[in-house]
């Protein structure tokens, strides 16, 4: 099964995986409760953020992994019930500004809520 | 990775992470580096923008071009180009004014690089404009009750010299024409019968009869007038009156140094100064204060002038009427917060119709009332944080006035 940043069927495809298969996806993956503490951190995003994956794990995603993700465009989406949309924004590798297309994933069946990352 | 270089990646990972927004910029505009804050604050505004990102003197030029201005014109190689200022910005968000406030500082860090460092600071912003606002009010509030206490000076000027000028026409009237009249009234008699010999008894009679009745006439225009002068310098006395408890009122707004008063006694020493007078009526006063209630601030003797007026009405209403038990009971009971003390008097009472009245200016159920005492009463209670009222099921059933006092 190919597997697409754009997915239709993307959630429910990442619901139904053991963590580790994420690492085989060509974009990052943010997994996190619905409170915004980081579940999971695949490779590719530690490769896109710098971020170690096991210094995200268990923290808050918004405010102290990517406090540039923490307003309305991103953060503030995520209290909504239901959540697919694309975005065009700006990470920091450390602190270079790298463009970054993310895709919030969230939806009141699933358990988890889910950011990814495509760089571009 | 050697120490220094580990210390390196830690010093930027913390830069990354600091709450404040910055970035690192050529004097071009493009943008080298941005820790994390800086994308969280920035983004938003390039995406409604739609500009690419990359650029801060995209962003600028719309918001504040007059930074791109001042950078461009710095001329030194490094040095400070903006400390700590603050910038409005106006932005259209969708239809909707945004307005947002920024402080920032701007380091030219070397000839081709500037630092930009920034926070939004529009919640501060807001709370001061906020608490500047409430202090704006408040001094708003101070001044007009400083213009009324200087219009209740003015009036109490002009009431004072209006008293002083009836007085000096109450001197005037003297009642000399009138003893005039009555000499000449008294010589005519004394000389009635050389007057009658001269022009006959009849004429004789008309003339003393004449004078006697234009001295009869003097006599009651003077009286009139002095009791209209009496009735003037009555309702002077209350104009003042009111006028000084406005300013006690004012006073206690300006001021909170107010005593504190023992209501007990108050009531005891009122009750003392009218006790002849409820004597003479045969009306009994009941009352019931606890010793133990608490002290409140206010003016010992206005409050007193309240209770007397009270106690003076609710004499003068059982005093109205022929009935059996005449009296007035005195309850007192504490609050948490106040004291409420009831008056109620066995006298005539009222209906509804005066109960609406009770408390308009110049409004009497009394022959010879002003229609001012219950008004200065509840000024003076209000202006003691209290309430005033009064009760009364209806005509010769009876009146109870209710008083709340704060402690």
Aim: charged share 20%; glycine share 6%; hydrophobic share 40%.
């Amino acid at each position: 099964m190919e597997i697409e940043f754009s997915s239709k069927s993307l959630l429910t495809w990442l619901e139904s995986q053991q963590n580790s298969m994420y690492d085989e996806l060509p974009f990052g993956v943010v997994k996190m409760n619905k409170n915004g503490i980081v579940v999971y951190y695949n490779k590719q995003e530690s490769t896109i953020t710098g971020v170690d994956s096991g210094m995200a794990v268990g923290k808050n995603f918004f405010v102290q992994i990517a406090p540039c993700t923490n307003n309305f465009m991103v953060a503030e989406k995520y209290k909504l019930a239901e959540l697919d949309e694309e975005l065009n924004y700006l990470f920091t590798y450390v602190t270079t500004p790298t463009k970054v297309k993310l895709r919030l994933l969230k939806s009141a069946e699933h358990w988890h809520q889910y950011m990814l990352v495509h760089k571009y | 990775m050697n120490s220094t270089e580990q210390q390196l990646q830690k010093m930027i990972s913390i830069i990354n992470q600091i709450p404040t927004g910055f970035v690192e910029m050529n004097t071009d505009g493009s943008i080298l580096q941005m820790n994390a804050k800086g994308i969280q604050l920035l983004m938003p505004m390039f995406t409604m923008l739609q500009l690419s990102g990359t650029n801060m003197y995209e962003l600028l030029q719309v918001i504040a071009p007059e930074i791109i201005i001042r950078i461009q014109k710095f001329e030194p190689d490094s040095g400070i180009i903006a400390q700590q200022e603050n910038h409005k910005v106006e932005m259209d968000m969708g239809g909707q004014k945004m307005i947002r406030y920024f402080y920032y500082t701007i380091y030219k860090v070397e000839a081709n690089i500037v630092s930009f460092v920034f926070d939004d600071i529009t919640e501060l912003q807001e709370k001061e404009n906020q608490i500047r606002e409430a202090l704006q009010e408040k001094a708003i509030e101070q001044s007009k009750f400083e213009m009324a206490s200087g219009i209740l000076h003015d009036i109490g000027n002009a009431v004072v010299g209006f008293g002083a000028y009836i007085n000096r026409i109450k001197r005037h009237l003297t009642y000399s024409d009138l003893n005039t009249l009555n000499s000449l009234h008294g010589f005519l008699e004394k000389n009635q019968q050389p007057f009658e010999a001269a022009i006959g008894s009849a004429k004789t009679k008309a003339m003393i009869d004449m004078i006697a009745g234009i001295a009869e006439n003097q006599q009651k225009n003077a009286e009139a007038a002095d009791s209209i002068i009496s009735e003037q310098m009555g309702i002077i006395a209350h104009i003042s009156d009111i006028l000084a408890i406005q300013r006690q009122y004012i006073k206690g707004q300006q001021t909170e140094d107010r005593e504190k008063v023992n209501i007990r006694s108050v009531i005891n020493d009122s009750i003392a100064m009218i006790l002849p007078a409820l004597t003479k009526k045969h009306i009994v006063i009941q009352m019931d204060i606890p010793l133990d209630l608490p002290p409140v601030k206010g003016d010992k003797t206005r409050l007193m002038q309240v209770f007397l007026n009270l106690f003076k009405n609710a004499s003068e209403s059982i005093d109205s009427f022929e009935h059996e038990e005449k009296k007035i009971t005195i309850i007192a009971i504490k609050t948490a917060e106040s004291v409420n003390i009831s008056i109620a008097d066995s006298g005539y009472g009222f209906d509804d119709d005066i109960a609406n009245n009770l408390f308009t200016r110049g409004f009497t159920s009394k022959d010879t009332g002003s229609g001012l005492g219950l008004l200065n009463c509840r000024s003076i209670i209000e202006s003691h944080q209290g309430t005033l009222e009064l009760h009364s099921d209806g005509f010769t059933k009876g009146a109870t006035a209710l008083l709340t006092l704060k402690i």
